[in-house]
């Protein structure tokens, strides 16, 4: 594994439900991203967040509510989704936001369901 | 916007053959990179190629860049099942990398 664990691993949720992604990093990490990865769609990033400060929102529809709490951990709160949100959503951390070099570390994802 | 496309699609090998992969993108890169998806986990980082690179190796990995085509090719030599999976690339501008859409390696035993 590479240091990053997301939390559940799948969510099954209707449509008027409100539940929670984790994600975490023992990577010593500053920056963490949130990727929504549908069929037949490339990775899309959401949400960047670097030393625990929003920096990027990629249009992300407001039923989608990021929190970071301090570096290590970055949640994905969820309310009143609709079934086009069914996806694997995938965590990952990197050193640093900025590019040049990095890579970035992947968490297994949540592979979520809405009814 | 900016996006890595991969080509093919899907490509279906032997055990023991060589498989290739190619990227196009758009616009200047500070980097482009290759990862590796199995079937519904994460991604995983296999290789990271600058942009004043032009080859660089990893193993059985073998990558490529012009930048003046903007493109790049991974080769995977050798091919085992196990390297069964999606292939990615991604290309890094500048904060954020930006994914292509991968293309799915089969390799049958």
């Known amino acids: 594994e590479t240091g990053v664990t997301q939390t559940p691993r799948h969510l099954v949720m209707g449509m008027t439900n409100k539940k929670s992604l984790k994600c975490e990093q023992h990577l010593g990490h500053n920056a963490m991203y949130w990727y929504k990865q549908s069929a037949k769609k490339p990775l899309e990033l959401m949400f960047v967040y670097s030393l625990e400060e929003r920096v990027e929102n990629n249009s992300v529809p407001s039923r989608f509510s990021p929190e970071c709490p301090n570096s290590s951990h970055l949640f994905l709160h969820l309310h009143t989704l609709q079934p086009e949100d069914s996806a694997l959503y995938l965590c990952?951390?990197?050193?640093?936001?900025?590019?040049?070099?990095?890579?970035?570390?992947f968490g297994p994802g949540t592979r979520l369901t809405v009814l | 916007s900016q996006q890595g496309e991969e080509d093919p699609q899907a490509l279906s090998i032997q055990e023991g053959e060589n498989a290739t992969m190619n990227c196009s993108y758009k616009t200047s890169i500070n980097n482009l990179q290759w990862y590796r998806q199995n079937s519904g986990r994460g991604l995983v980082h296999l290789i990271l190629?600058?942009?004043?690179?032009r080859e660089k190796h990893s193993g059985r990995l073998r990558v490529t860049l012009d930048t003046s085509k903007k493109s790049s090719s991974l080769l995977i030599t050798a091919s085992r099942a196990a390297d069964t999976a999606s292939y990615f690339c991604a290309t890094d501008a500048g904060g954020k990398l930006i994914f292509g859409q991968g293309t799915t390696l089969q390799v049958k035993p």
């Open positions: 990952a951390s990197s050193p640093r936001r900025a590019g040049g070099y990095n890579e970035q570390f």
């Open positions: 190629i600058r942009s004043n690179e």
